[in-house]
Protein backbone atom coordinates (compact mmCIF):
# COMPACT_ATOMS: atom_id res chain seq x y z
CA UNK A 1 0.00 0.00 0.00
CA UNK A 2 1.00 3.75 -0.71
CA UNK A 3 1.65 6.26 1.93
CA UNK A 4 -1.33 8.60 0.16
CA UNK A 5 -3.63 5.52 0.19
CA UNK A 6 -3.14 4.66 3.91
CA UNK A 7 -3.46 8.31 4.93
CA UNK A 8 -6.75 8.36 3.40
CA UNK A 9 -7.85 5.16 4.94
CA UNK A 10 -6.92 6.04 8.65
CA UNK A 11 -8.60 9.90 7.53
CA UNK A 12 -11.87 8.16 6.94
CA UNK A 13 -11.32 6.58 10.31
CA UNK A 14 -10.91 9.87 11.88
CA UNK A 15 -7.02 8.69 12.45
CA UNK A 16 -4.83 11.73 12.50
CA UNK A 17 -1.60 10.93 10.21
CA UNK A 18 0.44 13.67 10.17
CA UNK A 19 0.14 13.69 13.91
CA UNK A 20 1.49 10.08 14.35
CA UNK A 21 4.31 11.44 11.71
CA UNK A 22 5.28 14.11 14.45
CA UNK A 23 5.51 11.72 17.04
CA UNK A 24 7.44 9.43 15.53
CA UNK A 25 9.77 12.62 15.10
CA UNK A 26 10.15 12.91 18.41
CA UNK A 27 10.88 9.31 19.56
CA UNK A 28 14.67 8.93 20.57
CA UNK A 29 16.44 6.02 21.64
CA UNK A 30 19.82 5.73 22.97
CA UNK A 31 22.20 2.58 21.75
CA UNK A 32 24.49 0.95 24.90
CA UNK A 33 28.24 1.27 24.08
CA UNK A 34 28.41 -2.20 25.65
CA UNK A 35 26.25 -3.59 22.70
CA UNK A 36 28.65 -2.51 20.34
CA UNK A 37 31.92 -4.26 22.11
CA UNK A 38 32.48 -7.91 22.52
CA UNK A 39 29.76 -9.38 24.80
CA UNK A 40 28.47 -12.91 24.99
CA UNK A 41 27.20 -14.98 27.66
CA UNK A 42 28.89 -17.00 30.67
CA UNK A 43 29.55 -20.36 28.26
CA UNK A 44 30.94 -18.39 25.69
CA UNK A 45 31.83 -15.32 23.69
CA UNK A 46 31.69 -15.44 20.18
CA UNK A 47 34.11 -12.27 18.64
CA UNK A 48 32.31 -10.91 15.71
CA UNK A 49 34.37 -9.59 13.04
CA UNK A 50 34.99 -5.81 13.53
CA UNK A 51 33.23 -5.83 16.73
CA UNK A 52 34.01 -2.28 18.57
CA UNK A 53 37.21 -2.38 21.55
CA UNK A 54 37.81 1.36 21.91
CA UNK A 55 35.20 3.89 22.54
CA UNK A 56 35.52 5.61 19.57
CA UNK A 57 34.80 2.77 17.84
CA UNK A 58 31.23 2.16 19.41
CA UNK A 59 30.59 5.86 18.76
CA UNK A 60 30.97 5.19 15.15
CA UNK A 61 28.93 2.70 15.36
CA UNK A 62 26.39 4.38 17.56
CA UNK A 63 26.95 6.86 15.09
CA UNK A 64 26.10 4.70 11.92
CA UNK A 65 22.73 3.68 13.68
CA UNK A 66 21.92 6.88 14.29
CA UNK A 67 22.65 7.85 10.33
CA UNK A 68 20.56 4.71 8.86
CA UNK A 69 17.76 5.34 11.09
CA UNK A 70 17.97 9.19 12.38
CA UNK A 71 16.32 8.31 15.97
CA UNK A 72 19.08 7.10 18.36
CA UNK A 73 21.27 10.34 18.63
CA UNK A 74 22.38 9.52 22.21
CA UNK A 75 25.10 6.56 23.13
CA UNK A 76 25.15 5.00 26.91
CA UNK A 77 28.36 4.67 28.52
CA UNK A 78 29.48 1.78 30.82
CA UNK A 79 32.27 3.05 33.81
CA UNK A 80 34.62 1.65 34.20
CA UNK A 81 34.11 -0.61 30.74
CA UNK A 82 34.44 2.84 29.09
CA UNK A 83 37.03 4.79 30.67
CA UNK A 84 38.53 7.46 29.40
CA UNK A 85 40.72 10.44 30.21
CA UNK A 86 39.28 13.57 28.95
CA UNK A 87 35.45 13.13 29.67
CA UNK A 88 34.46 16.81 27.80
CA UNK A 89 36.99 15.80 24.73
CA UNK A 90 34.82 13.00 24.12
CA UNK A 91 31.86 14.40 24.21
CA UNK A 92 33.09 16.73 21.27
CA UNK A 93 33.75 14.05 19.65
CA UNK A 94 30.66 13.00 20.07
CA UNK A 95 29.16 16.09 19.19
CA UNK A 96 31.18 15.72 15.62
CA UNK A 97 29.18 12.55 14.79
CA UNK A 98 25.82 14.06 15.48
CA UNK A 99 25.51 12.31 18.82
CA UNK A 100 25.72 12.72 22.69
CA UNK A 101 26.56 10.99 25.51
CA UNK A 102 23.30 9.27 27.11
CA UNK A 103 22.53 7.82 29.98
CA UNK A 104 25.94 6.86 32.47
CA UNK A 105 25.82 3.28 33.82
CA UNK A 106 28.34 2.60 37.15
CA UNK A 107 29.37 -1.02 37.44
CA UNK A 108 29.14 -2.22 40.78
CA UNK A 109 29.19 -5.70 40.18
CA UNK A 110 32.60 -7.01 38.38
CA UNK A 111 35.14 -6.26 41.58
CA UNK A 112 36.28 -8.91 43.84
CA UNK A 113 35.24 -6.83 46.29
CA UNK A 114 31.64 -6.61 45.46
CA UNK A 115 31.37 -10.99 46.13
CA UNK A 116 28.89 -9.91 48.90
CA UNK A 117 27.25 -7.24 47.15
CA UNK A 118 28.22 -3.37 46.67
CA UNK A 119 26.00 -0.52 48.23
CA UNK A 120 24.40 -3.09 50.67
CA UNK A 121 27.42 -5.00 51.54
CA UNK A 122 28.56 -5.97 55.04
CA UNK A 123 31.49 -4.37 55.57
CA UNK A 124 31.37 -0.12 55.70
CA UNK A 125 34.02 0.04 53.92
CA UNK A 126 33.22 -1.94 50.44
CA UNK A 127 29.85 -0.01 50.21
CA UNK A 128 32.06 3.04 50.66
CA UNK A 129 34.28 2.13 47.54
CA UNK A 130 30.90 1.51 45.61
CA UNK A 131 29.21 4.73 46.77
CA UNK A 132 32.49 6.61 45.46
CA UNK A 133 32.16 5.09 42.14
CA UNK A 134 29.19 5.71 41.69
CA UNK A 135 29.57 9.30 42.64
CA UNK A 136 32.41 9.16 40.06
CA UNK A 137 29.99 8.37 37.50
CA UNK A 138 27.94 11.60 38.77
CA UNK A 139 30.84 13.70 38.10
CA UNK A 140 31.23 11.93 34.99
CA UNK A 141 27.96 12.73 34.02
CA UNK A 142 28.37 16.44 34.39
CA UNK A 143 31.61 16.00 32.24
CA UNK A 144 30.17 14.80 29.59
CA UNK A 145 26.55 16.53 29.74
CA UNK A 146 24.52 13.51 30.37
CA UNK A 147 21.36 14.03 32.53
CA UNK A 148 21.03 10.63 34.19
CA UNK A 149 22.59 8.10 36.32
CA UNK A 150 21.32 4.84 34.97
CA UNK A 151 21.93 2.22 37.80
CA UNK A 152 21.50 -1.88 38.32
CA UNK A 153 22.99 -3.31 41.77
CA UNK A 154 23.95 -6.79 41.51
CA UNK A 155 23.10 -6.90 45.11
CA UNK A 156 21.34 -9.71 47.01
CA UNK A 157 21.77 -13.09 48.64
CA UNK A 158 22.33 -16.53 47.87
CA UNK A 159 20.93 -18.42 50.78
CA UNK A 160 18.46 -17.69 53.56
CA UNK A 161 20.02 -16.10 56.25
CA UNK A 162 22.99 -15.04 54.83
CA UNK A 163 22.30 -11.53 55.22
CA UNK A 164 19.56 -9.11 57.09
CA UNK A 165 16.41 -8.01 54.52
CA UNK A 166 16.09 -5.34 56.80
CA UNK A 167 19.30 -4.15 57.45
CA UNK A 168 20.56 -4.08 53.49
CA UNK A 169 17.45 -1.73 53.02
CA UNK A 170 18.64 0.53 55.56
CA UNK A 171 22.57 0.68 53.88
CA UNK A 172 20.70 0.91 50.10
CA UNK A 173 18.77 3.88 51.09
CA UNK A 174 21.43 5.73 53.22
CA UNK A 175 23.50 5.30 50.11
CA UNK A 176 21.08 6.28 47.50
CA UNK A 177 20.20 9.29 49.81
CA UNK A 178 24.33 10.60 48.95
CA UNK A 179 24.29 10.14 45.91
CA UNK A 180 20.77 12.12 45.57
CA UNK A 181 22.16 14.71 47.37
CA UNK A 182 24.96 14.92 45.14
CA UNK A 183 22.99 15.09 41.51
CA UNK A 184 23.06 18.25 39.83
CA UNK A 185 20.39 20.19 38.95
CA UNK A 186 18.70 18.91 36.03
CA UNK A 187 20.09 15.19 36.71
CA UNK A 188 18.26 12.14 37.17
CA UNK A 189 18.96 8.93 38.98
CA UNK A 190 17.21 6.21 37.45
CA UNK A 191 16.47 2.89 39.65
CA UNK A 192 16.95 -0.56 37.79
CA UNK A 193 14.81 -3.65 39.37
CA UNK A 194 15.67 -7.14 38.43
CA UNK A 195 14.22 -10.62 40.56
CA UNK A 196 17.25 -12.57 40.22
CA UNK A 197 21.27 -12.63 38.97
CA UNK A 198 23.78 -12.71 39.58
CA UNK A 199 21.92 -13.34 43.47
CA UNK A 200 19.28 -16.00 43.49
CA UNK A 201 17.83 -15.98 47.31
CA UNK A 202 16.64 -12.35 47.04
CA UNK A 203 18.25 -9.02 45.16
CA UNK A 204 18.00 -5.88 47.26
CA UNK A 205 16.00 -4.27 44.27
CA UNK A 206 13.75 -7.00 43.25
CA UNK A 207 10.68 -5.09 41.41
CA UNK A 208 9.51 -2.06 40.54
CA UNK A 209 7.02 -1.75 43.82
CA UNK A 210 10.51 -1.58 45.96
CA UNK A 211 12.19 0.74 42.94
CA UNK A 212 9.28 3.05 43.52
CA UNK A 213 9.22 2.98 47.33
CA UNK A 214 12.95 3.82 47.34
CA UNK A 215 12.43 6.77 45.05
CA UNK A 216 9.47 7.95 46.89
CA UNK A 217 12.09 8.22 49.64
CA UNK A 218 14.97 10.01 47.66
CA UNK A 219 13.30 12.99 45.73
CA UNK A 220 11.70 13.82 42.36
CA UNK A 221 14.41 13.10 40.55
CA UNK A 222 14.69 9.37 41.23
CA UNK A 223 12.90 7.54 38.95
CA UNK A 224 12.14 4.03 38.37
CA UNK A 225 13.56 2.39 35.16
CA UNK A 226 12.01 -0.74 33.44
CA UNK A 227 14.16 -3.41 31.84
CA UNK A 228 11.91 -5.52 30.03
CA UNK A 229 13.98 -8.59 30.78
CA UNK A 230 13.49 -8.09 34.67
CA UNK A 231 10.47 -9.65 35.10
CA UNK A 232 8.52 -12.84 36.10
CA UNK A 233 6.87 -14.47 33.45
CA UNK A 234 3.20 -13.10 33.17
CA UNK A 235 3.95 -10.00 34.62
CA UNK A 236 2.01 -7.36 33.09
CA UNK A 237 4.48 -4.63 32.42
CA UNK A 238 2.36 -2.58 30.48
CA UNK A 239 0.21 -2.19 33.42
CA UNK A 240 3.39 -1.39 36.00
CA UNK A 241 4.23 1.02 33.13
CA UNK A 242 1.03 2.80 33.29
CA UNK A 243 0.94 2.76 37.43
CA UNK A 244 4.39 4.06 37.28
CA UNK A 245 3.58 6.93 34.94
CA UNK A 246 0.30 7.99 36.89
CA UNK A 247 2.95 7.85 39.79
CA UNK A 248 5.26 10.71 37.59
CA UNK A 249 8.12 7.98 38.18
CA UNK A 250 8.93 6.16 35.20
CA UNK A 251 12.29 7.26 34.30
CA UNK A 252 13.36 5.18 31.81
CA UNK A 253 13.26 1.74 29.74
CA UNK A 254 15.60 -0.78 28.59
CA UNK A 255 14.26 -2.06 25.91
CA UNK A 256 14.94 -5.59 24.49
CA UNK A 257 13.10 -8.75 24.48
CA UNK A 258 13.25 -11.93 26.54
CA UNK A 259 11.65 -15.50 26.72
CA UNK A 260 13.05 -16.23 30.29
CA UNK A 261 14.92 -13.34 31.73
CA UNK A 262 17.06 -10.86 30.79
CA UNK A 263 18.02 -12.73 27.09
CA UNK A 264 18.68 -9.60 25.48
CA UNK A 265 17.25 -10.29 22.58
CA UNK A 266 16.43 -8.04 19.71
CA UNK A 267 13.36 -5.73 20.31
CA UNK A 268 10.31 -7.01 19.49
CA UNK A 269 11.32 -10.02 18.27
CA UNK A 270 10.12 -12.36 20.94
CA UNK A 271 6.70 -10.46 22.31
CA UNK A 272 5.61 -7.54 20.00
CA UNK A 273 2.42 -7.01 21.49
CA UNK A 274 3.88 -6.52 24.63
CA UNK A 275 6.05 -4.04 23.10
CA UNK A 276 3.01 -2.42 21.49
CA UNK A 277 1.17 -2.31 24.58
CA UNK A 278 3.72 -0.78 26.26
CA UNK A 279 3.91 2.20 23.80
CA UNK A 280 0.02 2.38 23.71
CA UNK A 281 0.48 3.44 27.31
CA UNK A 282 3.46 5.96 26.97
CA UNK A 283 1.09 7.59 24.24
CA UNK A 284 -2.06 7.87 26.60
CA UNK A 285 0.84 9.63 29.32
CA UNK A 286 1.62 11.58 26.39
CA UNK A 287 -1.41 12.88 25.33
CA UNK A 288 -2.95 13.14 29.09
CA UNK A 289 -0.93 16.74 30.14
CA UNK A 290 -1.62 16.29 33.77
CA UNK A 291 1.39 13.67 34.46
CA UNK A 292 4.33 15.48 36.18
CA UNK A 293 6.86 14.64 34.60
CA UNK A 294 5.02 13.90 31.63
CA UNK A 295 5.83 10.50 29.62
CA UNK A 296 7.72 12.81 27.14
CA UNK A 297 10.42 13.06 29.80
CA UNK A 298 10.43 9.09 29.81
CA UNK A 299 14.49 8.10 28.63
CA UNK A 300 13.77 5.02 25.76
CA UNK A 301 16.93 3.12 25.81
CA UNK A 302 18.22 -0.65 24.37
CA UNK A 303 19.84 -2.65 26.82
CA UNK A 304 20.91 -5.31 24.41
CA UNK A 305 24.58 -7.07 24.07
CA UNK A 306 24.55 -9.68 21.29
CA UNK A 307 26.38 -12.52 21.28
CA UNK A 308 25.80 -14.54 17.68
CA UNK A 309 24.19 -11.48 15.79
CA UNK A 310 26.06 -9.14 14.06
CA UNK A 311 26.18 -6.38 16.64
CA UNK A 312 25.68 -3.37 14.91
CA UNK A 313 22.70 -4.70 12.46
CA UNK A 314 21.30 -6.23 15.70
CA UNK A 315 21.05 -2.67 17.13
CA UNK A 316 19.37 -1.29 13.96
CA UNK A 317 17.20 -4.08 13.47
CA UNK A 318 15.99 -3.44 17.24
CA UNK A 319 15.47 0.23 16.68
CA UNK A 320 13.79 -0.22 13.57
CA UNK A 321 10.93 -2.68 15.80
CA UNK A 322 10.62 -0.35 18.23
CA UNK A 323 9.99 2.45 16.12
CA UNK A 324 7.07 0.25 13.88
CA UNK A 325 5.58 -0.37 17.18
CA UNK A 326 5.56 3.28 18.14
CA UNK A 327 3.91 3.96 15.16
CA UNK A 328 1.24 1.55 15.42
CA UNK A 329 0.58 3.20 19.69
CA UNK A 330 -0.35 6.07 17.66
CA UNK A 331 -2.50 4.56 15.11
CA UNK A 332 -5.04 3.55 17.55
CA UNK A 333 -8.13 5.59 16.92
CA UNK A 334 -8.29 6.80 20.57
CA UNK A 335 -11.74 8.31 20.85
CA UNK A 336 -13.66 5.23 19.26
CA UNK A 337 -11.39 2.75 22.15
CA UNK A 338 -12.54 5.12 24.58
CA UNK A 339 -16.12 5.20 23.60
CA UNK A 340 -15.66 1.32 23.59
CA UNK A 341 -14.57 1.26 26.90
CA UNK A 342 -17.29 3.63 28.52
CA UNK A 343 -20.53 1.63 26.78
CA UNK A 344 -18.38 -1.79 28.51
CA UNK A 345 -18.03 -2.87 24.95
CA UNK A 346 -15.06 -5.33 26.02
CA UNK A 347 -14.74 -6.74 22.25
CA UNK A 348 -15.36 -3.49 20.30
CA UNK A 349 -12.83 -2.14 22.55
CA UNK A 350 -10.39 -5.39 22.21
CA UNK A 351 -10.72 -5.47 18.49
CA UNK A 352 -9.87 -1.54 18.14
CA UNK A 353 -6.62 -1.90 20.00
CA UNK A 354 -5.94 -4.64 17.97
CA UNK A 355 -6.79 -3.07 14.72
CA UNK A 356 -3.25 -0.80 14.99
CA UNK A 357 -1.15 -4.10 16.59
CA UNK A 358 -2.36 -5.61 13.09
CA UNK A 359 -1.74 -2.26 10.91
CA UNK A 360 0.74 -2.64 7.97
CA UNK A 361 2.84 0.53 8.86
CA UNK A 362 5.47 0.02 6.59
CA UNK A 363 3.94 3.32 4.72
CA UNK A 364 4.16 5.22 6.95
CA UNK A 365 7.81 3.82 8.21
CA UNK A 366 8.97 4.62 4.21
CA UNK A 367 7.31 8.17 4.68
CA UNK A 368 9.01 9.26 7.48
CA UNK A 369 12.32 8.21 6.49
CA UNK A 370 11.78 9.68 3.17
CA UNK A 371 10.56 13.13 4.54
CA UNK A 372 13.74 13.20 6.39
CA UNK A 373 16.22 11.99 3.77
CA UNK A 374 16.50 8.60 5.90
CA UNK A 375 17.29 4.79 4.22
CA UNK A 376 13.98 3.34 3.66
CA UNK A 377 15.27 0.18 4.45
CA UNK A 378 17.55 0.68 7.29
CA UNK A 379 18.95 -2.67 7.61
CA UNK A 380 18.83 -3.16 3.86
CA UNK A 381 20.95 0.19 3.36
CA UNK A 382 23.95 -1.26 6.61
CA UNK A 383 24.47 -4.21 4.24
CA UNK A 384 24.61 -2.48 1.34
CA UNK A 385 26.97 0.09 2.36
CA UNK A 386 29.96 -2.38 3.16
CA UNK A 387 30.28 -0.45 6.83
CA UNK A 388 30.21 -3.66 8.45
CA UNK A 389 32.73 -5.06 5.94
CA UNK A 390 34.96 -2.40 6.25
CA UNK A 391 35.21 -1.92 10.37
CA UNK A 392 36.02 -6.48 10.33
CA UNK A 393 38.99 -5.32 7.76
CA UNK A 394 40.05 -2.11 9.93
CA UNK A 395 39.50 -3.31 13.47
CA UNK A 396 40.17 -6.78 12.96
CA UNK A 397 38.89 -9.04 15.66
CA UNK A 398 40.51 -8.59 18.73
CA UNK A 399 39.50 -11.43 21.19
CA UNK A 400 39.50 -10.38 25.12
CA UNK A 401 39.40 -13.16 27.32
CA UNK A 402 35.43 -13.83 28.07
CA UNK A 403 33.06 -15.44 30.20
CA UNK A 404 32.52 -18.95 29.66
CA UNK A 405 33.19 -22.14 32.17
CA UNK A 406 36.73 -22.36 32.96
CA UNK A 407 38.11 -25.79 30.87
CA UNK A 408 38.10 -28.73 32.42
C1 LIG B 1 22.32 -6.80 34.10
O1 LIG B 1 21.08 -7.41 34.29
C2 LIG B 1 22.15 -5.70 33.12
O2 LIG B 1 21.62 -6.29 31.96
C3 LIG B 1 21.28 -4.59 33.63
O3 LIG B 1 20.09 -4.62 32.91
C4 LIG B 1 22.03 -3.34 33.33
O4 LIG B 1 21.21 -2.35 32.87
C5 LIG B 1 22.98 -3.80 32.29
O5 LIG B 1 23.30 -5.11 32.69
C6 LIG B 1 24.21 -3.02 32.21
O6 LIG B 1 24.86 -2.98 33.47
MN1 LIG C 1 19.14 -3.11 31.88
Given at each position: ????????????????????????????????????????????????????????????????????????????????????????????????????????????????????????????????????????????????????????????????????????????????????????AGMRLLLEYKPFE????????????????????????????????????????????????????????????????????????????????????????????????????????????????????????????????????????????????????????????????????????????????????????????GYQERSAAERGTLRVPGAGYP??
Amino acid sequence: MEFEDLADELAGRGIDVERALEEMGRLEVETPSWGYGPSGTRFKVFHWPGQAHTLDQKLADAAEVHRLTGIAPAMAIHIPWDACSDWAGLAERARHLGLRIGAVNPNLFQDDAYRLGSLCHPDPSIRRRALDHVMECVTIARQVGSVAISLWLPDGTNYPGQDDFRIRRRRLEEALAAVYAELPAGMRLLLEYKPFEPAFYHTDLADWGMALSLCRQLGPRAQVLVDLGHHAHGTNIEQLVAFLLDEGRLGGFHFNARRYGDDDLIVGSANPLELFLILAELRWATEDQDLEPGARAVCYMIDQSHNIEPKVEAMVLSLVNLQAAHARAWLIDRPRLAAAQAAGDVLGAHRLLMSAFEADVRPLLAEFRRRRGLPLDPVAELRRSGYQERSAAERGTLRVPGAGYPAT
